[in-house]
């Protein structure tokens, strides 16, 4: 049983876990996992054994940073060096300091939804690369790119790493990549990473760790609805569970109630009831081969002009240019 006493918003943090917990079946974005506690837990996450993505992506990165960075400055011209989604920037200091140690003339601009991820980057980056031009742009990614294009018409060379499209359906993941590729010039370029189809247990291992950060990194948004939204939802009343399709590539997670009960959010004036065993869809990752990528950049206008993986072939980053 669900009960509501107001439809009215302040924050589209209200707005869409009101809708989503109103729906059936019920879902929460994994855009809302993220807080300072989140960040923390996600950076736990990256350095786990199990979670290969970050670690296979490092070792791209290593072994071709002369010719990824090659490639981002031909031309010879300044270029914008624009990062959504940036975290830590761990892997991409990397490149920074390849691009840097290079005499390439490039601004780094990295674009978060966190300003405390953001300071964190910025902080360390004054520390490790004191040379590099820095300009941090909090706010979702297009509206951060819109006002790059505003403000500078110099060629951008933009950045999407750690599979993070991932988080999309296919539909969702063309109209994004349509977006991107609107806000971009004849010249600039889209380097994206995309985590690849392989052994299902793999996968399965990498969002389900036995020591349960994943599950306390899912879970974080229930947490966030508690505090910000004066929620009482009892985290332990709710298991991470993870599920892999090999056929479609799509790992999606779930919290399930483990019980019948009943949350009060406050703030919204909303009453929601969870039978046994009733889900809460929090995040899919998706995994891609070759033949969908190619889908996926015909049908958002880019096309593919590079690519690099790892020795075993669990990771790709493509490099894509605007058609």
């Known amino acids: 049983m669900q009960t509501q006493l107001t439809t009215s918003f302040d924050t589209p943090f209200e707005e869409e876990v009101y809708q989503g917990l109103m729906a059936y079946p019920k879902h929460l974005s994994s855009k809302y996992f993220y807080d300072a506690e989140g960040d923390a837990l996600f950076q736990q996450i990256m350095d786990m054994p199990e979670y290969y993505l970050t670690d296979r992506e490092f070792e791209i990165f290593d072994t071709y940073k002369q010719e990824i960075c090659n490639t981002f400055s031909s031309g010879g011209e300044p270029f914008n060096l624009i990062e959504l989604g940036a975290g830590d920037g761990k892997k991409t200091k990397i490149l920074l300091k390849q691009l840097v140690d290079s005499g390439i003339k490039f601004t780094y601009e990295p674009i978060d939804i966190s300003q405390n991820v953001l300071d964190g980057l910025e902080n360390s980056l004054k520390r490790e690369l004191p040379e590099l031009a820095v300009a941090t742009q909090q706010g979702t990614y297009f509206e951060a790119l819109k006002k790059i294009n505003a403000k500078d018409g110099t060629r951008k060379v933009i950045l999407f790493l750690g599979s993070n499209i991932g988080n999309l359906l296919h539909p969702q993941a063309i109209s994004f990549l349509k977006q991107v590729q609107g806000l971009m010039a004849p010249g600039d370029l889209f380097f994206i990473g995309l985590d690849q189809k392989k052994h299902p247990q793999t996968i399965l291992d990498a969002y389900n760790d036995p020591t349960g950060i994943t599950a306390a990194f899912n879970k974080n948004v229930l947490k966030r609805i508690n505090t910000e939204l004066q929620a009482d939802f009892d985290l332990d009343a709710f298991l991470h569970w993870e599920v892999y399709d090999p056929e479609s590539g799509t790992a999606k997670s779930y919290l399930v109630a483990n019980s019948p009960q009943t949350v009060n959010i ?39 002009t590079e690519q690099f993986t790892d020795v075993d072939g669990q990771f790709k980053n493509y490099l894509f240019e605007k058609r």
């Not at 889908?295 to 206008?301: A, C, M, Q, R, V």
């Open 266 to 304: 406050k703030k919204l004036g909303l009453t929601v009831g969870f039978k046994k065993w009733e889900t809460i869809h929090t995040e899919i990752s998706q995994k891609y081969d070759d033949e969908t990528v190619t889908w996926l950049s015909e049908k958002s206008g880019f096309r593919i």
